[in-house]
């Protein structure tokens, strides 16, 4: 079969081919993705993505499926896997619940719940709240969080700490033409860059710009003409062999990102 893997990361297999918008492997072929999936029409017999459509817009989102549509042949299945937000807001309404009755370990799970809600809707920089819980010297509710994220949190709570010991000041300090205008602009200078710092993070891809529950994901590959959703786990899917491919879980079976929601459907 040919298989497709968008927005890969560093989590692909070998015998897909790995597309992302940024290249960290040489296996990873690096691609603009809001531009188009660069491959012919009916290529493809599955198209894989995971935790990426939260990153588009709505309506970009809407481009990117039909364009996953345009590359699978008739017949091809498309896997989806983004945030659940159903998920989320039903522990939202769980942890609030006993929060208000004053339980300590309710409150640390009511505090992570919000920040997954929305941090990463509305961070102003990378990393973001979720990034100051995960380097915390101590996580109050380590189970509670890694419940949440899989194996994913061990990766998460090392990458928050390898980037909370970098600056967040802007490269563009370092700029020659910066320098210039400062020499013109000192007083507003600060004001510029600061605004300039957030605006270029909302665009780099790192926020979340929209999230999906089960009715909504479901309807939108509707909408881009696919046939017979259904939801599944992360170790269940019509792609043959799926778990071997060890994109969605771990070879001990460990579910990569527990947060989940994982939606199929056909061309």
């Known amino acids: 079969m040919n298989l497709l893997n968008l927005g890969c990361g560093l989590r692909f297999s ?18 603009n ?4 999936i660069p491959f012919a029409d009916a290529t493809f017999d599955v198209v894989y993505h995971s935790h ?23 017949g091809g299945i498309i896997r989806v896997v983004v945030p659940d937000l159903e998920s ?3 522990q939202y309404i769980h942890w609030r619940a006993k929060a208000q009755q004053g339980d300590s370990t309710a409150q640390a799970n009511y505090n992570w719940i919000m920040l997954e809600m929305y941090d990463q809707c509305i961070r102003h920089y ?43 000041k802007t490269l563009m300090c370092k700029t020659s033409w910066v320098k210039k205008i400062y020499d013109h602009m000192t007083g507003h200078l600060p004001s510029f860059l ?12 790192e926020p979340h710009l929209w999230m999906y ?44 990102k527990k947060d989940s929601l994982y939606i199929e459907a056909f061309k």
């Open 33 to 36: 993705l809001l531009k188009g």
């Open 126 to 168: 990378s990393g973001g709240e979720m990034g100051k819980y995960l380097t915390q010297p101590h996580v109050p509710n380590e189970e509670f969080v890694r419940s949440r994220l899989g194996d994913y949190y061990d990766i998460a709570r090392r990458q928050a700490a390898e980037g909370s010991s970098k600056s967040i």
């Open 88 to 90: 989320i807001i039903n």
């Open 52 to 74: 990426v459509l939260e990153h588009f817009s709505r309506e970009d989102a809407n481009g990117f499926i039909k364009e996953c549509y345009r590359v699978l042949k008739p």
């Open 213 to 256: 529950d089960s009715y909504s994901l479901e309807r939108l590959l509707l909408q881009c003409f696919f046939t017979e959703t259904r939801v599944c786990s992360a170790n269940e899917s019509k792609i043959a062999n799926w778990s071997a491919y060890l994109l969605d879980t771990d070879a001990d079976g460990t579910v990569y």
């Open 14 to 31: 070998a015998g897909w081919t790995n597309v992302d918008f940024v290249s960290q492997a040489p296996e990873v072929m690096a691609c």
């Open 194 to 205: 600061a605004r300039y710092k957030v605006g270029k993070f909302r665009l780099g891809g």
